[in-house]
T-cell receptor
Framework: GAVVSQHPSWVICKSGTSVKIECRSL??????MFWYRQFPKQSLMLMAT?????????EQGVEKDKFLINHASLTLSTLTVTSAHPEDSSFYIC????????????FGPGTRLTVL | KNEVEQSPQNLTAQEGEFITINCSYS?????LHWLQQHPGGGIVSLFM???GKKKHGRLIATINIQEKHSSLHITASHPRDSAVYIC???????????FGKGTHLIIQP
């Protein structure tokens, strides 16, 4: 199967700082990547769709100015949590289809963010 | 009402038992995923279905498109099967996944 990596796997930061999370497709090119988050004991929720070379599409209720997404290459999408607050503490995970428009998704290992 | 409903939410069984987890959805889909999430959070894709049935080792997944229902079965369950099992649907190839709340499975030795 295809491999998707995320970095870092966990991060602890102070309130008010910004945190960048990287999602990389290691053995395929991904024109689309998806970002999800999971609060403790809750289900995963789609945050946004990252599109290479164009603006990301955000789900309702997700602040695009707070969660900046950049998909500058076919193998890398970044999610930056700006001015992080404790309520942003969550598990962030990305996925990507190997082929454009394919249903099969490959998941990164996730990033656990804790904001103090 | 959630678009994807799973049952049961929690399931504890003895080693060797046959396990069934159910998933119902209310929207049109192009495919359904069964995922496994371990305590560290990492997600493993078990199956992707758009029709019929798939089998991989002790795991079997079925889907009935007309009834908007899917089941995940585990035969001869083992403690290492303990995890959260998540049903997720995709409406179209350009869409992200919509997830169920997951089933927390514990297999006791």
């Amino acid at each position: 199967g295809a491999v998707v990596s995320q970095h870092p796997s966990w991060v602890i930061c102070k309130s008010g700082t910004s945190v960048k999370i990287e999602c990389r497709s290691l053995d395929f090119q991904a024109t689309t990547m998806f970002w999800y988050r999971q609060f403790p004991k809750q289900s995963l929720m789609l945050m946004a769709t990252s599109n290479e070379g164009s603006k990301a599409t955000y789900e309702q209720g997700v602040e695009k100015d707070k969660f900046l997404i950049n998909h500058a290459s076919l193998t890398l999408s970044t999610l930056t949590v700006t001015s992080a607050h404790p309520e942003d503490s969550s598990f962030y995970i990305c996925s990507a289809p190997r082929l454009v428009g394919a249903n099969e998704q490959f998941f990164g290992p996730g990033t656990r963010l804790t904001v103090l | 009402k959630n678009e994807v409903e799973q049952s049961p939410q929690n399931l504890t069984a003895q080693e060797g038992e046959f396990i069934t987890i159910n998933c119902s959805y209310s929207v049109g889909i192009s495919a359904l995923h069964w995922l496994q999430q371990h305590p560290g959070g990492g997600i493993v894709s078990l199956f992707m279905l758009s029709s019929g049935k798939k089998k991989h080792g002790r795991l079997i997944a079925t889907i009935n498109i007309q009834e908007k229902h899917s089941s995940l079965h585990i035969t001869a369950s083992h403690p290492r099967d303990s995890a959260v099992y998540i049903c997720a649907v995709i409406r179209g190839g350009a869409d992200g996944l919509t997830f169920g709340k997951g089933t927390h499975l514990i297999i006791q030795p």
